[in-house]
T-cell receptor, first 110, second 111 residues
Framework: DVKVTQSSRYLVKRTGEKVFLECVQDMDHENMFWYRQDPGLGLRLIYFSYDVKMKEKGDIPEGYSVSREKKERFSLILESASTNQTSMYLC?????????FGSGTRLTVV | SQQGEEDPQALSIQEGENATMNCSYKTSINNLQWYRQNSGRGLVHLILIRSNEREKHSGRLRVTLDTSKKSSSLLITASRAADTASYFCATYDNYGQNFVFGPGTRLSVLP
C-alpha cells in the first residue's frame, strides 16, 4: 500500500526553537509539497519540490525552509518557531492524477 | 493564483439524505479533483474528473463538471454518518504542476 508518512502526529515546541517536520513517500513521485491548514483558510502551500535538491516557494514561505536531499524525503524546517506557526501541517506527493497526503502533523508552538 | 471555492461552507443533513457541494474556479483547468478529510487527518483522494468529461460516478459519489461555468458539483447519495468530514475541491491548471485547494465544505450527517 503506497503511502506518505509524516514522522510525528503531534508536536509541541517552544518559541524560538528550530523545528524539523519530516515527510517520506514510497511512490517514487517527483513532486512533493508542504501545506499548512488553518480554520477558515483552507490549505495554503508553503513550499514544493519537483526534483531532488530543487525547491520553490509557495504562497506563504516566510519563516520556513525545506530540504530535499533524496527523492523520497522532503523536510520542512521552521528556523525559529513562533506562535503564529501553530497549525496542522500536511505533506503530499503527487502526479497529475492526484495527490497522496500524509496524516498530518499538528504543531503547537508555546 | 486561481482558487477552487466550495459552497456551502457548512452543510448538515440527516442520514439517508443526499448532500450536494459545489466548487467554482477561475482559470482553465486540466482536471478537477475532490478530496475528503476526516477531522484531524490527512486528505483522501475521492475522484478526478478531466476537463473533457461532464460527469463521473464512483460508488455513492457523482461529480459533474461544467467548464463553461467553471464549476463542479459533488453529490453524495444516501449519506451515512461516516460521510461526516470536510470536502475539498482542487484544480490542476494547464500552466503549472500545482493543485490549488478551496477552503472546503464541512459536511455533518446526523443519525
Amino acid at each position: 500500500d503506497v503511502k506518505v508518512t509524516q514522522s510525528s502526529r503531534y508536536l509541541v515546541k517552544r518559541t524560538g526553537e528550530k523545528v524539523f517536520l519530516e515527510c517520506v513517500q514510497d511512490m517514487d513521485h517527483e513532486n512533493m509539497f508542504w501545506y499548512r491548514q488553518d480554520p477558515g483558510l483552507g490549505l495554503r502551500l508553503i513550499y514544493f519540490s519537483y526534483d531532488v535538491k530543487m525547491k520553490e516557494k509557495g504562497d506563504i514561505p516566510e519563516g520556513y525552509s525545506v530540504s530535499r536531499e533524496k527523492k523520497e524525503r522532503f523536510s520542512l524546517i521552521l528556523e525559529s518557531a513562533s506562535t503564529n506557526q501553530t497549525s496542522m501541517y500536511l505533506c503530499a506527493s503527487s502526479t497529475a492524477y492526484g495527490y497522496t497526503f500524509g496524516s498530518g502533523t499538528r504543531l503547537t508552538v508555546v | 493564483s486561481q482558487q477552487g471555492e466550495e459552497d456551502p461552507q457548512a452543510l448538515s443533513i440527516q442520514e439517508g439524505e443526499n448532500a450536494t457541494m459545489n466548487c467554482s474556479y477561475k482559470t482553465s483547468i486540466n482536471n478537477l479533483q475532490w478530496y475528503r478529510q476526516n477531522s484531524g487527518r490527512g486528505l483522501v483522494h475521492l475522484i478526478l474528473i478531466r476537463s473533457n468529461e461532464r460527469e463521473k460516478h464512483s460508488g455513492r459519489l457523482r461529480v459533474t463538471l461544467d467548464t463553461s461555468k467553471k464549476s463542479s458539483s459533488l453529490l453524495i447519495t444516501a449519506s451515512r454518518a461516516a460521510d461526516t468530514a470536510s470536502y475539498f475541491c482542487a484544480t490542476y491548471d494547464n500552466y503549472g504542476q500545482n493543485f490549488v485547494f478551496g477552503p472546503g465544505t464541512r459536511l455533518s450527517v446526523l443519525p
